[in-house]
């Protein structure tokens, strides 16, 4: 048997690619509060102020008149997550320098929180897949795809458009396949299941 390779929604995907509007409105919010403090401090830098101020409405166009497009085009999230990292560090560090700590340390917390989503959402680029293999399940998750050994499997249930699986602690993972399976792909998956785990352990989704 050949390994076999089926694109899936992701649950954790999903997830990150909804919650990526809200984390770039929140990353504007803080932005455009920091360039109006910023311009109503004595030590006015213009040019800095402006740069948050347009880089902050960007961000707000983004988000509401291209909330579609961060999903279709990948690289224009990141690029966008990229400035947030780097005003986010910058602001920090000025912070520091000009003797507020906890506000500096707070941004530069940012910082890592933000540059831990770019590095997730990396993956956003490419399809999610589920792949069965000889030694075992590669499945989709974040930040990095998971390895199951067969070991660490209890079972397996699947539909033409559906998979689920079963781990060795009691954790069900469910995945919604992109494209139905054919007649063939299902039968090859299971007679990957019936080989490493057995009889009874390959069964139909909802009761098929």
Same mark, same amino acid.
């Given at each position: 048997? !050949?390994?076999?390779?089926?694109?899936?929604?992701?649950? &954790?995907?999903?997830?990150?690619?909804?919650?990526?509007?809200?984390?770039?409105?929140?990353?504007?919010?803080?932005?455009? &509060?920091?360039?109006?403090?910023?311009?109503?401090?004595?030590?006015?830098?213009?040019?800095?102020?402006?740069?948050?101020?347009?880089?902050?409405?960007?961000?707000?166009?983004?988000?509401? &008149?291209?909330?579609?497009?961060?999903?279709?085009?990948?690289?224009?999230?990141?690029?966008?997550?990229?400035?947030?990292?780097?005003?986010?560090?910058?602001?920090?560090?000025?912070?520091?320098?000009?003797?507020?700590?906890?506000?500096?340390?707070?941004?530069?917390?940012?910082?890592?929180?933000?540059?831990?989503?770019?590095?997730? /959402?990396?993956?956003?680029?490419?399809?999610?897949?589920?792949?069965?293999?000889?030694?075992?399940?590669?499945?989709?998750?974040?930040?990095?795809?998971?390895?199951?050994?067969?070991?660490?499997?209890?079972?397996?249930?699947?539909?033409? !458009?559906?998979? !689920?699986?079963?781990?060795?602690?009691?954790?069900?993972?469910?995945?919604?396949?992109?494209?139905?399976?054919?007649? !063939?792909?299902? /039968?090859?998956?299971?007679?990957?299941?019936?080989?490493?785990?057995?009889?009874?352990?390959?069964?139909?989704?909802?009761?098929?």
């Amino acid at each position: 048997m !050949d390994s076999i390779s089926l694109p899936v929604v992701s649950p &954790a995907f999903e997830r990150l690619k909804r919650n990526g509007v809200w984390l770039h409105s929140l990353a504007a919010t803080l932005l455009l &509060a920091h360039a109006f403090s910023h311009f109503r401090s004595e030590n006015t830098h213009t040019l800095y102020f402006w740069c948050l101020l347009f880089i902050s409405l960007d961000i707000f166009l983004l988000v509401i &008149a291209g909330r579609d497009l961060l999903g279709q085009v990948p690289r224009v999230n990141l690029f966008f997550r990229c400035v947030e990292i780097i005003f986010f560090f910058c602001i920090g560090v000025l912070m520091i320098n000009e003797g507020n700590e906890l506000t500096g340390i707070v941004h530069l917390l940012l910082t890592i929180g933000y540059g831990y989503l770019f590095y997730c /959402e990396r993956a956003l680029r490419r399809t999610e897949t589920l792949s069965f293999h000889h030694t075992g399940i590669t499945i989709p998750s974040l930040p990095e795809s998971r390895f199951l050994y067969w070991t660490h499997v209890n079972g397996v249930k699947m539909a033409y !458009d559906h998979i !689920d699986i079963l781990t060795s602690g009691e954790e069900k993972l469910e995945y919604a396949l992109r494209v139905n399976l054919s007649f !063939d792909q299902l /039968e090859h998956v299971k007679a990957f299941c019936h080989h490493y785990l057995g009889t009874g352990t390959c069964g139909a989704w909802r009761g098929q």
